[in-house]
């Protein structure tokens, strides 16, 4: 009896605007595009829009992913896609993976034009209130034309399916993971001249709406009158610094909320707090929480997206309404006043994350996503391809 043929790795094509080193959606492309297992997968980035010094395009290289770079300059550059059809034509890619919503749209409207036999939409963050064009194309296009369409949250998969209509059995529920946290050797409280007694609260993320810092910083200003050597550590980038100087000059929180920029030293920053806060207006499944539990510190969120899935209140956090300031310095008030209560959580936080929220985990979840549909597609059958040694038919769409 001859022998089966040993099976090929699958050709995966990432598509993603810029594989920047900021900002949730994009880490977790990169990444996965990275830790794919090497045996099994040949690995290509597509980044659409041009690469700057923001990229990981050398980490990416240096894990044996190739990286396709496009020249597109606006949403209506449409020759700018040519590369990615040829390429996806000549290389014969068996799964398209893009992930956010203009990746989405053009990954799926691309991948069926050159026939890719999977193609995976992947939501970092459900917030298409009041953009009917966008919860249309979600329905019409992208849950018709992809296999899968990811949600990174529970609540996320369930407003894609009720609110928008998406057919459920197309939505699958991933959760995020992140990588093991790596601590350098600086001293972030002796380089911003912080006490070692201080009360130090701490975010991470980039200055967008989004992120509501304007009600931290608000908060602050409650929290200073019964902790007058409290220090609030934003961390990042974005469009929104200039409002959020206004805001700490004009609160006179000049020496108590300090804007650091973007930070390549996470995990020491993150030694060097207290406690560290999400206090989005909305949120997917945010990556700096799971830093934050896996720094083992005790967080306070709010009540949005897939934060609670992460913070269990008063477990290893606590969760607050959204645009309360006042909720927010209370919640954050109780836990510095109660530090080992704080260290309590902040351990429990941390065997979560690492039980949960690991990148090993949501990459293998990707990995036998990726076999699981390849299995029951024309091209899989013409080969022989098989997965663990069947074929295996995805459920009816």
């Not at 045996?39 to 980035?45: G, I, M, P, V």
Request: proline residues 7%; contains cysteine; aromatic residues 4%.
């Amino acid at each position: 009896m001859p022998m089966p043929a040993p099976r090929r790795r699958l050709r995966v094509l990432t598509l993603i605007d810029r594989p920047v080193t900021t900002g949730g959606g994009e880490r977790v492309a990169a990444i996965v595009a990275s830790r794919l297992d090497s045996a099994r997968f040949e690995r290509t980035l597509c980044s659409s829009r041009p690469l700057d010094t923001l990229t990981c395009e050398d980490e990416l290289e240096a894990a044996g992913v190739r990286v396709l770079a496009l020249r597109r300059r606006s949403a209506f550059d449409l020759g700018a896609w040519r590369p990615l059809y040829a390429f996806l034509r000549r290389n014969r890619v068996d799964v398209l993976h893009a992930h956010k919503f203009g990746s989405n749209v053009w990954g799926c409207v691309i991948g069926r034009l050159a026939r890719v036999p999977v193609v995976i939409a992947h939501e970092h963050t459900w917030s298409y209130e009041g953009q009917p064009v966008r919860r249309f194309l979600d329905r019409e296009l992208i849950g018709r034309a992809a296999d899968a369409f990811i949600a990174v949250s529970a609540e996320d998969r369930r407003r894609m399916i009720e609110i928008e209509g998406v057919n459920p059995a197309v939505v699958r529920f991933v959760p995020n993971g992140i990588p093991p946290l790596e601590s350098g050797a600086s001293d972030v409280r002796a380089e911003l001249g912080i006490d070692r007694a201080a009360p130090v609260i701490g975010t991470v993320g980039q200055l967008r709406e989004q992120k509501a810092f304007d009600v931290l910083i608000r908060s602050a200003a409650t929290l200073l009158e019964r902790l007058p050597s409290l220090k609030v550590l934003i961390a990042g980038h974005g469009p929104e610094e200039g409002k959020l100087r206004s805001l700490i000059a004009a609160m006179g929180l000049d020496q108590v909320v300090l804007l650091l920029g973007p930070r390549h030293d996470v995990p020491d920053l993150l030694a060097a707090v207290d406690v560290a806060v999400c206090c989005s207006s909305f949120e997917g499944s945010p990556l700096s929480v799971m830093e934050y539990l896996a720094a083992g510190k005790p967080v306070v969120g709010t009540r949005v997206g897939g934060v609670p899935d992460l913070v269990e209140h008063g477990v290893n956090g606590l969760l607050v309404a959204p645009d309360d300031p006042d909720g927010l310095a209370d919640a954050l008030g109780e836990i510095l006043a109660d530090p080992l209560r704080g260290a309590e959580m902040g351990a429990r936080g941390k065997e979560r994350q690492r039980a949960e929220f690991d990148v090993d985990v949501l990459v293998r979840r990707i990995e036998e996503l990726y076999e699981e549909l390849f299995a029951g597609t024309d091209r899989a059958r013409r080969e022989g391809w098989r997965r663990n040694g069947r074929a295996v038919t995805p459920p009816p769409r």
